[in-house]
């Protein structure tokens, strides 16, 4: 094995102990509280739990928005990638600096300040609501705190993949003809396809389980402005802890398919970056 | 590279700056209206989604005048949310850092069967929804959960108590310093660490002087992220908190709270709060970016010291 080769380092049981003990205590045993309890419930009882009406609802809700904000995050994103990495001009690492942003800011505070900005007399809100553009409290306010806190997802991922991309080629095509539209969907946006589709996969992955945003934008209301992690609070709230536990178990299993997707699409990311 | 599944969900990317072309050649540039046109939607889009959001925090805050603004951060039940959030983290980020230092010891300085999928377990909490996660917690500790009635018997709160939030925020940010450091620790290798053991160092010796002073920078980076994340989680502790008002508060909780107010002075007063936690995500963008000035520098010197060679 190859563990012959650093063996002259101490620590390792100490260290993996702990290791392995902290994660048992913190993740694991919590996370198979869940399981087991899950695993307590028929399959028609989870299947009547996990499919109410408004349920559904929620679901189509949360995984729609999701989509949406991903989506906008998909072209904004890439723009924002494109134009911090390709252009110099002043301000530029400003901007660099506040993609981060939403990852900084703690999700109730933007949920809120974004719920004040839409409202009828916000800054916003104010030139938007007359145009019938309503941002509080509607599904549509679901899809911009969403589109807000992914934001920097596909960014961050495209970025380096920008930078690494050889120039040469588009030299190459240029020298070859090719006007700079042609060039870039033929020769660049092919290569950045994987990368930007791993962001949004990111972006949607933590879209679904976004709840401290949502909160205070949405309103709420059950069939029209309720998310799924929001219904799940509202089934502790009435000590229904087995239709918690249905909804909980139907986001977690998206989640892992969705991770799986997301491994899937970085290898393939990998890949496509080093052509043969 | 680490299969890491979920790299950007929290690392905030090591950044590498642009490298604009130097020398514009026809053909690879896009002329200069085209270009000009993306740099103004990306400066309206950053402006109107990024930039506005932060200023209204302090607009909003300071919207009842100084005083108000200042009675609203000092009134007790405010001033309460302020140290729980400051005590949750003082446990929280100390807590992760001793677990990142010995996972990434483990993982980046040796060879086990498994590897990759103990990286994975490490990551989980990012996969899971921070209600879902509060979930976990409240089956497992909760009053009709598996440990229940022993905790009830032995007159133990841990939901709906201070231990709950400090579990559910070891939770979320469980992974935070660990995969900043992991990386950093195997890119450091070993031979540092084996000719401090040949000359006779103890193996503590060796770790403090030789592989601690080594992963500084990705160590307090992992910090400043699991502190930011600490003080901000909103989900995970809302459901573990039960929301008593100076005693299981914390401050987005505390926010919340405020905002449910709907009163024009409650309003008010839950942006005071949060334009706190405004300031600490912009501290925590300034020390990231510095870290970052500072690594591309490292980079740059290296470059230039290889390429004299």
Same mark, same amino acid.
């Given at each position: 094995?190859?563990?012959?080769?650093h063996?002259?380092?101490?620590?390792?049981?100490?260290?993996?102990?702990?290791?392995?003990?902290?994660?048992?205590?913190?993740?694991?045993?919590?996370?198979?509280?869940?399981?087991?309890r899950?695993?307590?419930?028929?399959?028609?009882?989870? !299947?009547?739990?996990?499919?109410?009406?408004?349920?559904?609802?929620?679901?189509?809700?949360?995984?729609?928005?999701?989509?949406?904000?991903?989506?906008?995050?998909?072209?904004?994103?890439?723009?924002?990638? !494109?134009v911090?990495?390709?252009?110099?001009?002043?301000?530029?690492?400003?901007?660099?600096?506040?993609?981060?942003?939403?990852?900084?800011?703690?999700?109730?505070?933007?949920?809120?300040?974004?719920?004040?900005?839409?409202?009828?007399?916000?800054?916003?809100?104010?030139?938007?609501?007359?145009?019938?553009?309503?941002?509080?409290?509607?599904?549509?306010?679901?899809?911009?705190?969403?589109?807000?806190?992914?934001?920097?997802?596909?960014?961050?991922?495209?970025q380096?993949?920008?930078?690494?991309?050889?120039?040469?080629?588009?030299?190459?095509?240029?020298?070859?003809?090719?006007?700079?539209?042609?060039?870039?969907?033929?020769?660049?946006?092919?290569?950045?396809?994987?990368a930007?589709?791993?962001?949004?996969?990111?972006?949607?992955a933590?879209?679904?389980?976004e709840?401290?945003?949502?909160v205070?934008?949405?309103?709420?209301?059950?069939?029209?402005?309720?998310?799924?992690?929001?219904?799940i609070?509202?089934?502790?709230?009435?000590?229904?802890?087995?239709?918690?536990?249905?909804?909980?178990?139907?986001?977690?299993?998206?989640?892992?398919?969705?991770?799986?997707?997301?491994?899937?699409?970085?290898q !393939?990311?990998?890949h496509?970056?080093r052509?043969? | 590279?680490?299969?890491?599944?979920?790299?950007?969900?929290t690392?905030?990317?090591?950044?590498?700056?642009?490298?604009?072309?130097?020398?514009?050649?026809?053909?690879?540039?896009?002329?200069?209206?085209?270009?000009?046109?993306l740099?103004g939607?990306?400066?309206?889009?950053?402006?109107?989604?990024?930039?506005?959001?932060?200023?209204?925090?302090?607009?909003?805050?300071?919207?009842?005048?100084?005083?108000?603004?200042?009675?609203?951060l000092?009134?007790?039940?405010?001033?309460?949310?302020?140290?729980?959030?400051?005590?949750?983290?003082?446990?929280?980020?100390?807590?992760?850092?001793?677990?990142?230092?010995?996972?990434?010891?483990?993982?980046?300085?040796?060879?086990?069967?498994?590897?990759?999928?103990?990286?994975?377990?490490?990551?989980?909490?990012?996969?899971?929804?921070?209600?879902?996660?509060?979930?976990?917690?409240?089956?497992?500790?909760?009053?009709?959960?598996?440990?229940?009635?022993?905790?009830?018997?032995?007159?133990i709160k841990?939901?709906?108590?201070?231990?709950?939030?400090?579990?559910?925020?070891?939770?979320?940010?469980?992974?935070?310093?660990?995969?900043?450091?992991?990386?950093?620790?195997?890119?450091?290798g070993?031979e540092?660490?084996?000719?401090?053991?040949?000359?006779?160092?103890?193996?503590?010796?060796?770790?403090?002087?030789?592989?601690?002073?080594?992963?500084?920078?990705?160590?307090?980076?992992?910090?400043?992220?699991?502190?930011?994340?600490?003080?901000?989680?909103?989900?995970?502790?809302?459901?573990?908190?039960?929301?008593?008002?100076?005693?299981?508060?914390?401050?987005?909780?505390?926010v919340?709270?405020?905002?449910?107010?709907?009163?024009?002075?409650?309003?008010?007063?839950?942006?005071?709060?949060?334009?706190?936690?405004?300031?600490?995500?912009?501290?925590?963008?300034?020390?990231?970016?510095?870290l970052?000035?500072?690594?591309?520098?490292?980079?740059?010197?290296?470059?230039?010291?290889?390429?004299?060679?």
């Open positions: 094995m190859a563990r012959q080769r063996n002259v380092l101490p620590g390792f049981s100490l260290t993996m102990g702990f290791t392995l003990f902290y994660l048992g205590a913190i993740v694991l045993i919590p996370f198979a509280a869940l399981v087991l899950a695993l307590e419930l028929s399959w028609l009882d989870f !299947w009547r739990l996990a499919t109410t009406e408004r349920a559904l609802a929620a679901y189509r809700l949360t995984f729609g928005a999701s989509l949406i904000a991903a989506a906008a995050n998909g072209v904004f994103g890439t723009l924002l990638a !494109w911090l990495v390709r252009y110099h001009f002043p301000g530029r690492r400003s901007l660099d600096a506040l993609i981060d942003f939403p990852f900084a800011l703690p999700t109730a505070v933007a949920g809120l300040t974004l719920a004040s900005l839409f409202a009828p007399d916000g800054w916003l809100g104010r030139y938007l609501v007359p145009l019938g553009i309503k941002g509080a409290f509607t599904p549509l306010g679901v899809v911009i705190a969403l589109t807000f806190v992914g934001l920097p997802f596909v960014v961050r991922t495209l380096p993949v920008l930078q690494n991309l050889e120039r040469e080629v588009e030299e190459a095509a240029a020298t070859l003809g090719a006007g700079r539209l042609r060039t870039f969907a033929q020769i660049i946006a092919p290569t950045l396809l994987p930007v589709l791993t962001g949004l996969a990111l972006a949607f933590r879209a679904v389980g709840y401290g945003s949502i205070f934008i949405s309103g709420n209301l059950p069939f029209k402005t309720e998310i799924a992690p929001y219904l609070v509202q089934r502790l709230e009435e000590y229904d802890y087995t239709g918690a536990i249905a909804l909980a178990v139907v986001l977690l299993v998206f989640s892992f398919l969705l991770l799986g997707a997301i491994n899937l699409l970085e !393939w990311s990998r496509a970056r052509p043969a | 590279m680490r299969a890491a599944p979920l790299e950007v969900m690392t905030f990317f090591p950044g590498k700056r642009g490298t604009a072309p130097r020398a514009a050649q026809r053909g690879v540039e896009e002329s200069s209206l085209a270009k000009w046109t740099i939607i990306a400066l309206v889009f950053c402006v109107g989604f990024l930039l506005l959001p932060l200023l209204n925090v302090f607009a909003q805050a300071l919207a009842k005048g100084g005083a108000h603004y200042w009675r609203s000092t009134e007790p039940d405010s001033r309460a949310a302020i140290r729980l959030t400051l005590m949750v983290a003082a446990i929280c980020v100390p807590l992760n850092v001793l677990f990142g230092l010995a996972a990434a010891w483990a993982i980046a300085k040796f060879e086990f069967r498994g590897k990759p999928f103990l990286v994975t377990l490490i990551d989980l909490p990012f996969s899971v929804s921070p209600v879902v996660a509060g979930l976990m917690l409240v089956v497992l500790l909760g009053q009709q959960g598996f440990f229940g009635e022993w905790l009830a018997a032995h007159e841990i939901i709906f108590a201070v231990p709950g939030l400090v579990l559910a925020t070891v939770f979320i940010t469980f992974p935070f310093v660990a995969r900043e450091l992991i990386p950093v620790m195997q890119a450091a070993t540092q660490e084996e000719a401090a053991l040949t000359l006779g160092a103890s193996g503590w010796q060796t770790f403090w002087h030789v592989t601690l002073p080594s992963v500084k920078w990705g160590l307090i980076y992992g910090v400043i992220l699991c502190n930011a994340r600490a003080m901000g989680e909103f989900g995970a502790v809302s459901v573990v908190s039960g929301h008593i008002a100076g005693l299981t508060e914390t401050m987005p909780l505390r919340q709270a405020l905002y449910e107010g709907a009163t024009t002075a409650t309003t008010a007063a839950a942006f005071a709060v949060a334009s706190l936690l405004a300031l600490l995500a912009l501290l925590t963008l300034g020390v990231k970016s510095a970052e000035w500072r690594q591309a520098r490292a980079e740059r010197i290296a470059a230039s010291g290889a390429g004299q060679r």
